[in-house]
């Protein structure tokens, strides 16, 4: 049973000094996630991906649609329940070097978990516990705490983020661009900690507009453009089947060491269109036919857990 | 071998600092050949930035402690305000990493580059044509001469800026991080364009500085890996890739992504442990901490080892073959 289930989100946001148009940075977005699976969110820049971090975190209000998590609605939560979400669901996101107080030793994070979340373990024990997940995130103890943020390198701090969501135990975990600004030679490692959680029950919304990284971790890819789905499904099956356009064109973009691009060949994927046809992608699209500016869109199951928003998909 | 149009040896720039010295670029030596594309790769910290922007734009607190970059037969690094003035832009240029802020705000594009011409004794109007077929490379309309930065994207300006810093056919040309803020599809196209501005004769060779070796391998002939401010590992894109001989180089190629390798089959692996602190740092390579096959001569400072072409700076080729 899927235990998240985000049904017809729409989130909008005001145009201009009045508000009168809206730029709709998610377009009745419908999807679930099972437990212990990650579940990567691929797009470029305002694809909408961090949006929708953020709405299952609760920072954002949708326009429409619902966000159900274990049965219940996520923005229909109470007080007690609402502590009881976030004791389950949390995130992480790109910057590390923001989300610590500088002021405050590092120490600080974990005694707030405490605090907060667990206040029924002991003081005597906290220590040990935060130890244990500061070992198992890779990290040696003794040289974190008693810190401050500054004397520490982004993948370590962004790995004191992750132990904080190990002592938690948490369930869910939005990780938006988390390893973005880590330098290659460790954000390997990051990634892999992310597929140990994974291991243990926990379930990721890994965030990325890095198609490699999606690959190598996640179970499941969405492809997002301008805000809507427009490719879905197993890992796998999207990255060797690709049958979007705009997951083609991606794909093909990728640089890849020993697959080298041809550099004389003309390359202009940036023209970005009205938003007057049915299909986002129109403008851009190689393959488009005229039914496509009007003709109403769904989701097309091209194989099994394979779908694809496009209408000459099942051509 | 083609000629080298550029050559630097032992070149030393350090950030003066309350503490000390940090040793951002320490001994760096490399020669950039007429007609290629150096890709300079490395990880954050590790003195690529600064050596680019060193090269062209030396400014406080960075300082040049020492060595040569010889270029038209002159010592650029020695060079006097009035000297460097003339040949900073007609000989060597720079796109920098933050090009889309590169740009006068008050100022219209058009007004922007003839103040930039008319101090190299040129005009706007003297290179309208050359300025509109460099235009037409990156896909911009002539346009965007009458506007001011703040109307276009931020694609759009680095684009902009990849052609004015080449109007006047530099012989070197440093491209820094020019793609990392770049969306997929975007990166590649600009990739494409350079390719393009370069076989048009806009600058004779590139310097081109990125994290990203996967982006390296599309468009550079040659490949200097750096490490904490020294080279580990200069040699020719597909031999490097295919036999890396550094073991830094080695273990940062394992670590990357590629299509093909999932985690549920196959586990990537990082590289263990933190590049070092430049403050004041000591003698000694500087990757033995984090190096599996460290032995006891890593506590001297490796030379750079030249073996038929390639040149490593790892004490495991002292006699050519890795031991």
């Known amino acids: 049973m899927s235990f998240l289930v985000v049904q017809n989100l729409t989130k909008e946001y005001p145009l201009g000094l009045l508000g009168k148009e809206k730029l709709k940075a998610v377009d009745d977005v419908s999807f679930e996630i099972e437990r212990s699976k990650i579940v990567s969110l691929i797009g470029e820049s305002g694809s909408g991906k961090t949006t929708i971090g953020k709405l299952v975190l609760r920072l954002l209000k949708p326009t429409s649609g619902r966000i159900v998590f274990d049965g219940k609605d996520v923005f229909s939560l109470r007080k007690e329940e609402l502590r009881d979400?976030?004791?389950?669901?949390?995130?992480?996101?790109?910057?590390?070097?923001?989300?610590?107080?500088?002021?405050?030793?590092?120490?600080?994070?974990?005694?707030?978990?405490?605090?907060?979340?667990?206040?029924e373990v002991k003081a005597s024990e906290r220590k040990a516990r935060i130890?244990?997940?500061?070992?198992?995130?890779?990290?040696?103890?003794?040289?974190?705490?008693?810190?401050?943020?500054?004397?520490?390198?982004?993948g370590q701090l962004q790995r004191i983020l992750i132990a904080r969501i190990l002592l938690l135990d948490v369930e869910l975990l939005v990780a938006d661009e988390i390893i973005s600004m880590l330098d290659a030679s460790t954000r390997v490692d990051v990634l892999n900690l992310l597929g140990d959680l994974k291991k243990r029950g926990m379930s990721v919304i890994f965030i990325t507009h890095d198609l490699s990284l999606g690959y190598y971790i996640s179970d499941e890819a969405l492809i997002m453009y301008r805000g809507s789905i427009v490719e879905m499904g197993d890992t796998e099956k999207v990255f060797r089947n690709p049958v979007h356009p705009y997951t083609r064109m991606l794909l093909e973009s990728v640089p890849e060491v020993g697959k080298k691009w041809d550099l004389r060949e003309r390359f202009t994927p940036e023209l970005i269109g009205g938003d007057s046809a049915s299909?986002?992608?129109?403008?851009?699209?190689?393959?488009?036919?005229?039914?496509?500016?009007?003709?109403?869109?769904?989701?097309?199951?091209?194989?099994?857990?394979?779908?694809?928003l496009c209408l000459k998909a099942g051509a | 071998m083609r000629d080298a149009l550029l050559t630097v040896r032992d070149l030393k720039i350090?950030?003066?600092?309350?503490?000390?010295?940090?040793?951002?670029?320490?001994?760096?030596?490399?020669?950039?050949?007429?007609?290629?594309?150096?890709?300079?790769?490395?990880?954050?910290?590790?003195?690529?930035?600064?050596?680019?922007n060193g090269l062209v734009l030396l400014k406080p607190p960075m300082k040049y402690v020492g060595g040569e970059a010889i270029l038209d037969g002159k010592n650029i690094m020695a060079l006097s305000q009035k000297e460097i003035k003339r040949i900073r832009y007609e000989k060597i240029s720079i796109i920098p990493q933050y090009a889309m802020d590169a740009l006068n705000p008050t100022k219209k594009i058009r007004q922007i580059v003839d103040d930039l011409l008319r101090e190299h004794n040129s005009s706007f109007e003297e290179k309208r044509e050359l300025i509109e077929e460099r235009l037409a490379i990156v896909n911009l309309s002539k346009k965007v001469l009458n506007m001011y930065p703040i109307e276009l994207s931020g694609g759009m300006k680095q684009r902009l800026v990849m052609v004015i810093s080449t109007l006047m056919n530099p012989d070197v040309l440093v491209a820094d991080e020019i793609t990392?803020?770049?969306?997929?599809?975007?990166?590649?196209?600009?990739?494409?364009?350079?390719?393009?501005?370069?076989?048009?004769?806009?600058?004779?060779?590139?310097?081109?500085?990125?994290?990203?070796?996967?982006?390296?391998?599309?468009i550079a002939d040659r490949i200097m890996v750096m490490y904490a401010g020294k080279v580990a590992e200069i040699g020719p894109t597909e031999e490097m890739?295919?036999?890396?001989?550094?073991?830094?180089?080695?273990?940062?190629?394992?670590?990357?992504?590629?299509?093909?390798?999932?985690?549920?089959?196959?586990?990537?692996?990082?590289?263990?442990?933190?590049?070092?602190?430049?403050?004041?740092?000591?003698?000694?390579?500087?990757f033995r901490e984090r190096c599996p096959k460290a032995f006891a001569k890593c506590e001297q400072d490796p030379p750079i080892f030249d073996l038929n072409g390639r040149k490593v700076s790892c004490w495991l080729f002292e006699r050519g073959d890795e031991r």
Request: with cysteine; glycine share 8%.
């Open chain 2, 14 to 52: 350090y950030y003066r600092t309350l503490y000390g010295y940090v040793k951002a670029v320490d001994g760096v030596a490399f020669e950039l050949r007429d007609g290629e594309v150096l890709g300079i790769a490395g990880e954050s910290g590790c003195g690529k930035s600064t050596l680019g």
């Open chain 1, 85 to 119: 979400y976030y004791r389950r669901v949390q995130g992480v996101f790109q910057d590390p070097f923001s989300s610590f107080n500088p002021i405050y030793k590092i120490d600080r994070v974990f005694d707030m978990v405490f605090e907060e979340f667990l206040p």
């Open chain 1, 131 to 154: 130890e244990q997940v500061l070992v198992s995130v890779g990290l040696n103890p003794s040289q974190i705490l008693g810190k401050y943020p500054h004397q520490l390198s982004g």
């Open chain 1, 279 to 308: 299909c986002k992608y129109y403008d851009r699209c190689p393959i488009r036919e005229r039914h496509c500016r009007t003709a109403h869109l769904q989701m097309v199951e091209v194989e099994e857990n394979h779908k694809v």
């Open chain 2, 241 to 286: 890739v295919r036999n890396p001989l550094h073991p830094y180089t080695k273990m940062l190629l394992a670590s990357l992504p590629k299509i093909g390798v999932r985690f549920v089959n196959e586990r990537l692996k990082g590289i263990p442990g933190y590049p070092p602190n430049l403050l004041n740092i000591g003698p000694g390579c500087r």
């Open chain 2, 180 to 218: 990392s803020a770049l969306d997929v599809s975007t990166q590649r196209s600009v990739v494409q364009m350079l390719y393009e501005m370069k076989e048009k004769k806009a600058m004779k060779s590139i310097i081109f500085i990125t994290h990203d070796l996967a982006v390296l391998y599309q």
